[in-house]
C-alpha cells in the first residue's frame, strides 16, 4: 500500500493537472510535489494516509463529467470518491473540501452550465454520501456492538441469540 501509493499519487496528480491546465509540465511538477509532500514522509506511519491518489482521480473524473458529460466518467468519478471517502476519515475532510473548491471554481468558469449534468452529478454525491454513511455507521455498530454482543451471549449462554439480537439491531 505506501509504496505503491506514491507512483499511483503522483500520476493521478499529473493526469488532473495536466488536463485541467493542458501543460505536461505543471502536471509533472504538481505529480511530484503531490506524492512527495513532506507531510507524507513525516507521518510515514499512518499507512491509512498514504492512499490519497484518489482525490485527483475522482475530481478529474467528476470535472471531465461536468464537461463531456459521458456517464462512464461520473460512474469512475464516484467511485474514486467513494474509495477515497472510506480511506480516512481526516483523509475524507480534505477530499470533501477539494471537491468543493473544484466545483466551486468549475461553477464560476465553466461555461455553457448543463444543469441535467450539474443535477445527476449532485444526486450521485448524495448517494455517495449515503453509502460512506451506512458502511461507516456499520463499522462503528459493529466495533461498539462487540461489548454489547459478549455480554448478551454471556447473559444467555450461547452467541446465537446475540447474533441474531445483533442482527435484527
Do not use: C, N
Not at 30 to 44: D, E, N, S
Not at 51 to 76: D, E, F, N, T
Not at 108 to 117: A, H, K, L, N, S
Amino acid at each position: 500500500v505506501v509504496l505503491t501509493s506514491f507512483p499511483l499519487a503522483a500520476l493521478a496528480a499529473f493526469a488532473l493537472v495536466a488536463a485541467t491546465t493542458r501543460s505536461g509540465w505543471a502536471g509533472l511538477v504538481a505529480g511530484l510535489v503531490y506524492a512527495f509532500a513532506p507531510w507524507r514522509a513525516r507521518h510515514f506511519v499512518a499507512v491509512q494516509t498514504f492512499s490519497v491518489q484518489y482525490m485527483p482521480l475522482a475530481l478529474l473524473a467528476l470535472l471531465a463529467y461536468l464537461r463531456r458529460g459521458r456517464p462512464w466518467l461520473l460512474v469512475a468519478g464516484l467511485a474514486a470518491l467513494t474509495v477515497q471517502l472510506l480511506v480516512a476519515y481526516y483523509v475524507a475532510y480534505g477530499m470533501l473540501v477539494a471537491l468543493a473548491v473544484a466545483l466551486g471554481v468549475a461553477a464560476v468558469t465553466e461555461r455553457p452550465v448543463v444543469w441535467r449534468r450539474w443535477l445527476t452529478l449532485a444526486g450521485g454525491v448524495a448517494l455517495v454520501l449515503g453509502v460512506v454513511g451506512v458502511v461507516v455507521r456499520a463499522v462503528i455498530g459493529t466495533l461498539g456492538g462487540r461489548a454489547v454482543r459478549g455480554r448478551l451471549a454471556a447473559s444467555f449462554g450461547r452467541d446465537l441469540p446475540a447474533a441474531l439480537i445483533e442482527d435484527a439491531v
